[in-house]
């Protein structure tokens, strides 16, 4: 089990991984989403919370992202989701190019619906902007993690394993007159060591701007944990508030 000291110290680290849209005069930029259900019927009641907190920071050749994330939901009072991921990146361009960087990550991971006891994941890579203007944006980055896990099987055996993974990641923000966005990233992380042993996760955000802080956004999240053969999926929808600075 991941020390409590080194949990505190990724939260010091993290909340950066944003797709944000910065310019000679803001540096900073956060943002905070927060959506829910409650469902109740004669046979029971369901709730899903669902809270997402970003940082970035920009400074000439070197960007910082922090990402925190923490779905929780009930079903008749069992315990369906209580999931938080925190995740520290870092990218440094190389040169004077604005489409080439080297990219650095750290992330932690714990999760209910995927079994998940503890996760530390960290490694770094390369990425390169094929599209990179204000209302559109493609990029793709591909790079080594060391990945230590404390997991449940589908048994109940108690899986405590590392090994190192290829990250695969597609990222993408398209804009339509300032107003509509549609922006999302998608990863597959699979091991060196075990073919069977691979990660999918996936994001999709579809936002409309009702002021130049606040958005409606319907977001569809997928994960899966091949390791543990559990998956997750969430549509939700909610408002997202942000600012540059």
């Not at 005069?25 to 927060?34: D, G, K, P, Q």
């Not at 998940?116 to 080594?144: P, R, T, W």
């Amino acid at each position: 089990m991941i020390s409590k000291s080194l949990l505190l110290f990724l939260l010091l680290l993290i909340t950066l991984n944003c797709l944000a849209q910065f310019n000679d005069t803001t540096h900073h930029y956060v943002n905070f989403n927060s959506s829910g259900s409650i469902n109740k019927t004669n046979d029971g009641s369901s709730y899903l919370l669902n809270n997402s907190l970003k940082f970035g920071l920009r400074k000439k050749s070197i960007a910082a992202n922090f990402n925190n994330n923490w779905i929780y939901g009930k079903s008749n009072n069992d315990i369906t989701n209580n999931d938080f991921t925190s995740s520290l990146d870092f990218d440094v361009f190389a040169g004077d190019s604005a489409r080439f960087y080297y990219w650095g990550l750290a992330n932690y991971t714990t999760s209910v619906s995927l079994r998940i006891n503890d996760q530390l994941q960290a490694g770094g890579g390369v990425a390169y902007y094929f599209v990179n203007k204000k209302n559109a944006m493609f990029n793709v980055s591909d790079g080594i993690l060391y990945d230590r896990g404390n997991l449940f099987l589908d048994d109940d055996t108690h899986d405590v394993y590392d090994t190192y993974r290829n990250s695969f990641r597609i990222l993408f923000k398209f804009m339509i007159k300032d107003i509509i966005v549609l922006d999302g990233s998608d990863f597959i992380q699979n091991s060196f060591t075990r073919r069977s042993d691979y990660i999918v996760r996936s994001t999709t955000n579809l936002s409309v701007k009702l002021r130049k802080w606040l958005s409606f956004t319907t977001s569809f999240t997928y994960n899966r944990m091949n390791r543990t053969n559990r998956e997750n999926s969430l549509l939700s929808y909610g408002l997202t508030a942000e600012k540059y600075f």
